[in-house]
């Protein structure tokens, strides 16, 4: 953030001391802050103070990625079945949200707007990001998931006669 003054003025930031203005005002730190600015003509007649209030945002949003259905994690991939509902929930501290954006198994990012379903049963690589009202977008996130739809099968087989008494469960 550069805040600028285009006549000769005494400025304090954060109600420290008086400061002679001699350029753009930067490098603040991220969060809120107060600057008061005052003009002195050649008399040394003092304007009445003005105040300006900034909120210098310099975090990205963070995105985080919800569940709705049945779910599970093996080795760093989330199984889920075609009817999971993926659900994602954005915060930023600063000038607030906003785009939240994912993509399944391409490069092309699509809004979010609302939870959606995968769909297509085998394995899907999500990636998701968001974006404050100032552009300061979150580092990509990346998901491997598998979608599985399909039931286990359970076969039971006696000790007797394995051949007779063989069963397929389902």
């Not at 001391?17 to 753009?24: A, F, Q």
């Not at 930067?26 to 002195?40: A, N, Q, R």
């Not at 975090?59 to 080795?75: A, V, Y």
Request: proline content about 7%.
């Amino acid at each position: 953030l550069r805040v600028a003054l285009i006549c000769p003025y005494s400025l304090s930031v954060d109600g420290g001391g008086p400061l002679d203005y001699s350029g753009p005002i930067k490098d603040l730190s991220p969060g809120e802050h107060t600057i008061s600015f005052w003009g002195v003509d050649v008399a040394g007649n003092l304007e009445q103070a003005s105040t300006l209030w900034v909120f210098v945002d310099g975090q990205p949003p963070f995105t985080r990625c919800g569940l709705e259905g049945n779910n599970t994690t093996k080795g760093g991939v989330r199984y889920v079945t075609p009817q999971t509902r993926f659900v994602l929930i954005c915060n930023d501290n600063g000038s607030g949200v906003f785009s939240v954006e994912y993509a399944i198994d391409n490069p092309d990012f699509q809004a979010y707007t609302g939870p959606f379903t995968v769909g297509a049963a085998g394995q899907h690589t999500l990636r998701v990001r968001s974006t404050d009202r100032l552009g300061n977008r979150e580092p990509e996130q990346t998901f491997s998931i598998y979608i599985d739809g399909q039931p286990p099968v359970t076969t039971a087989v006696s000790k007797l006669d394995r051949e007779a008494l063989t069963q397929t469960v389902t």
